[in-house]
């Protein structure tokens, strides 16, 4: 069967282990794409996923080609399904960026061939591998502990809100209405086996306590047209050193970046002592590694 990774829940609890223990393996990777090419399709711009996946397919012995969008032109020049089924043809696996997380759902529908989201306006399944190795270079075991999200509930935050429910976490939120998780998702991180889950709109009631503060822009990437409404919705959301002084003393601070100083997170928090950001971008490699290598061998061993 072919395994696709469109969000983190597509993997039962025990290959979400499997696959942290790959990104985790400092040994030289298995060559699982060695001879083969590996499709990197952007409909969005990318620093980190970009230059992180190229280097995890060169490092699995693979050949990275990236598309920019007016290249495919999914739905433009030829559909999702017909994009897929095209580079199935020379590729071993197909990751891509997109605008709408249905357009990932049916190149996965339409091959047989790993498909890999990195970045949709639901989710982004890497950025969370990479949070959760962030956060267990600091905390050894993760269950009980608690991680709160703060400013908009977005594909950065419902993703990272699925790997720590299924690791047993605590995850708050402290959105403003109408940028929150809907009821669905809670129940969901609950049933994955959260140890707690809720939202809130009070910034410092979240916070409070927290081993782990996380943000994420106010606007993603398609939303700038939004940024004149957002903006002053947010302003409360921003976190700070005041805001990080309420979460417990060896709280770390996350962002998957890029960052908007000044706006979600100041410089004092960003660039101070309790930030792993650098870290958590370096994660990306061996996050997009370890996934790369557990799914084209999930594959292949199931297939
Ligand atoms: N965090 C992240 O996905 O960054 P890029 O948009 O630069 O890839
Ligand atoms: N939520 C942001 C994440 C960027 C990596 C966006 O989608 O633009």
Redesign the pocket.
């Known amino acids: 069967m072919t395994r696709h990774l469109l969000d983190i829940d597509d993997l039962s609890h025990e290959e979400l282990l499997a696959v942290l223990d790959r990104c985790a393996d400092p040994a030289t990777p298995p060559q699982v794409l060695a001879g083969k090419g590996a499709a990197l399709i952007f409909e969005k711009p990318s620093n980190r996923t970009r230059n992180s996946t190229e280097m995890a397919v060169v490092q699995l012995g693979g050949h990275p080609i990236y598309l920019k969008p007016d290249e495919v032109d999914i739905d433009g020049r030829e559909s999702a399904e017909d994009v897929a089924r095209t580079l199935a043809c020379y590729h071993s696996v197909i990751a891509a960026r997109v605008f709408d997380h249905g357009v990932l759902q049916r190149m996965a529908g339409a091959v047989e061939i790993p498909i890999v989201n990195l970045?949709s306006d639901h989710s982004?399944p890497l950025?969370a591998l990479a949070d959760v190795l962030t956060m267990r270079a600091e905390f050894e075991d993760l269950a009980g502990r608690t991680v709160t999200w703060v400013g908009d509930y977005?594909?950065?935050a419902r993703s990272l809100g699925l790997a720590a429910s299924m690791l047993g976490m605590k995850v708050r939120f402290a959105c403003p209405l109408g940028y929150d998780p809907p009821a669905a998702d809670l129940v969901r991180f609950a049933e994955l086996g959260a140890d707690w889950a809720e939202a809130d709109v009070d910034p410092k009631g979240m916070v409070e306590g927290a081993d782990v503060v996380v943000t994420?822009?106010w606007y993603?990437?398609g939303q700038e047209a939004e940024k004149a409404v957002r903006k002053p919705i947010f302003e409360p959301y921003r976190v700070d050193a005041a805001l990080m002084s309420v979460a417990a003393e060896h709280a770390i601070f996350l962002h998957?970046?890029?960052a908007h100083r000044g706006e979600e997170v100041t410089d004092e928090v960003l660039d101070g002592p309790q930030s792993r950001v650098w870290p958590e971008a370096a994660n990306r490699l061996p996050a997009a590694r370890g996934a790369l290598e557990w799914l084209l061998t999930a594959t292949v061993r199931e297939g």
């Open positions: 970045l982004h950025q977005s594909n950065v994420d822009a993603s990437m998957c970046l890029p």
